[in-house]
C-alpha cells in the first residue's frame, strides 16, 4: 500500500508537483496516472522512489529498494554483454529461471543476449527494463509509460501479458501511460494530473460517471446533424468527433434509432479514459492537447 498527503515537490520557485489531498493506493489496486506531458506524472513516480526531495509525507508497505520500476529512461553499462547484466541483476543464470525464459521467448529478446546495451535498438532496451521488472514480482509494481518505444504488435502482446498476470495477484500496480486503451483495460482507479495540480482521482467508472454519464456515443463531426440531435447533450470529445453523454436506456435507444436511420457509424462506451479526461480538464477550465 501507498498513502500520499499533501504531496509537494519544488525546484527552485516553481512548483512542479502539488496534490492537497490524501491518496491511498490500496493494496491489489491498480491505478492509472493520466495526464498530458509535463503534467508532473514522472516527478511523482520520482518522488515514490524517493530520487527528488519533497515535502508532505509518502508512506509505503515495502522499502523502496524492493519496489519493482520501469522508468521512462534505464540505462545500464554500455559495454556488458546483457546476458550478463541480467544475470547479475537476478542472481542466478537465465536458463535457471523458468520465468526470465519465458519472458525472453515473449518478447523476441534471444537475439539480444550476447549484444552489448549500447547496441540494442530503442525498443529492445525498453524490452530489457521489462523483462527485469516482471522477474521480480513485488507487492508494489511501478510501469512509467512501459509500452514506449515498443511496436504495435509486443505493445499489444505486453497488455496481455499484463492484464494475465495481474489478473489474481493481490499486488499494487502503478501505470502511467499514455495510451488511453491501457488504461482501460488494466487499470482500477484513476489520478488525473495536469500543469502539476490534481485535478481528480477515483474509480476509473466513477470518474468516467462524473464527467461523461452512464455511458457516450461518440461520431464523426461531420455527421452531426443538429436538429435531430438538439435533445441530446453533448459533451466535450476528441477533435473531430461529437460525444453524445447517455443516462437512460431509453435516451440510447432514442439517439440510436436517429444514427441509423441516418446511416450514420458510431462507437458506444462506457470506460472512454480520452473522452472522460477531456471533461475532466474542461471542468477546471484547461483546454485539451491530443497527445
Aim: net charge negative.
Amino acid at each position: 500500500m501507498i498513502n500520499i498527503n499533501n504531496l509537494k515537490v519544488k525546484y527552485g520557485d516553481f512548483t512542479a508537483l502539488d496534490i492537497g489531498k490524501e491518496i491511498v493506493i490500496d493494496k491489489n489496486r491498480k491505478l492509472g496516472v493520466l495526464g498530458s506531458n509535463g503534467a508532473g506524472k514522472t516527478t511523482l513516480i520520482n518522488a515514490i522512489m524517493e530520487l527528488v526531495p519533497y515535502e508532505g509525507s509518502i508512506k509505503k508497505s515495502l522499502p523502496k529498494e524492493e519496489i519493482a520500476v520501469h522508468m521512462q529512461n534505464n540505462y545500464y553499462p554500455d559495454n556488458i554483454a546483457i546476458r550478463s547484466v541480467m544475470e547479475a541483476v537476478i542472481g542466478t543464470k537465465l536458463e535457471k529461471s523458468e520465468k526470465i525464459m519465458e519472458l525472453i521467448k515473449f518478447f523476441n529478446f534471444e537475439s539480444a543476449l550476447k549484444k552489448n546495451f549500447k547496441e540494442l535498438s530503442g525498443g529492445q532496451k525498453q524490452r530489457l527494463t521489462v523483462i527485469l521488472v516482471l522477474s521480480q514480482e513485488s507487492p508494489i509494481t511501478i510501469f512509467d509509460e512501459v509500452t514506449s518505444g515498443l511496436d504495435f504488435q509486443t505493445r499489444t502482446g505486453l497488455m496481455d501479458l499484463l492484464e494475465k498476470w495481474y489478473s489474481d495477484r493481490e499486488d499494487t500496480l502503478i501505470l502511467v501511460s499514455h495510451y488511453y486503451d491501457e488504461l482501460e483495460r488494466l487499470v482500477d482507479d484513476v489520478l488525473i494530473l495536469e500543469r502539476g495540480k490534481l485535478i481528480d482521482y477515483g474509480n476509473k467508472l466513477s470518474l468516467f460517471n462524473k464527467y461523461c454519464g452512464k455511458r457516450v456515443i461518440s461520431f464523426d463531426e461531420k455527421d452531426y446533424v443538429e436538429d435531430l440531435m438538439k435533445d441530446f447533450k453533448k459533451i466535450a470529445g476528441p477533435e473531430g468527433k461529437v460525444v453524445i453523454s447517455i443516462n437512460e436506456n431509453e435516451e440510447e435507444e432514442r439517439l440510436q434509432r436517429i444514427m441509423i436511420a441516418e446511416n450514420i457509424d458510431f462507437e458506444r462506451s462506457s470506460k472512454d479514459m480520452e473522452t472522460m479526461y477531456i471533461n475532466a480538464l474542461r471542468k477546471e477550465g484547461i483546454r485539451y492537447e491530443a497527445k
